[in-house]
Nanobody, 115 residues
Framework: QVQLVESGGGLVQPGGSLRLSCAASGSIFSLYAMGWYRQAPGKQRELVATITSARSTNYADSVKGRFTIFRDNAKRTAYLQMNSLKPEDTAVYYC?????????WGQGTQVTVSS
């Protein structure tokens, strides 16, 4: 069993930055692939970025060059550094941990980009 707790969301102006954190407890964090997803009001949840246990990364086209996903296995934490934020980045951001048949989600953290 893995518990995921996101933090770092908030209100930021367009062009600003935020760093989201996803702290994991439970099983062997380093073996899990980690991902960030988001869901805006009235829209489906979508993939933002993923990082494998080998630290291979993947990004949605809409965030490439602006967002960076990384992990610190010693701290059992995954991060999403978000720069040059746009109003369309406004959403609830969720952390996900996957390994084989195991699939865990956090409770989400709100990110609002507005002037």
């Amino acid at each position: 069993q893995v518990q995921l707790v996101e933090s770092g969301g908030g209100l930021v102006q367009p062009g600003g930055s935020l760093r989201l954190s996803c702290a994991a407890s439970g099983s062997i964090f380093s073996l899990y692939a980690m991902g960030w997803y988001r869901q805006a009001p009235g829209k489906q949840r979508e993939l933002v970025a993923t990082i494998t246990s080998a630290r291979s990364t993947n990004y949605a086209d809409s965030v490439k060059g602006r967002f960076t996903i990384f992990r610190d296995n010693a701290k059992r934490t995954a991060y999403l550094q978000m720069n040059s934020l746009k109003p369309e980045d406004t959403a609830v951001y969720y952390c996900r941990a996957t390994m084989n048949q195991y699939d865990y989600w956090g409770q989400g953290t709100q990110v609002t980009v507005s002037s």
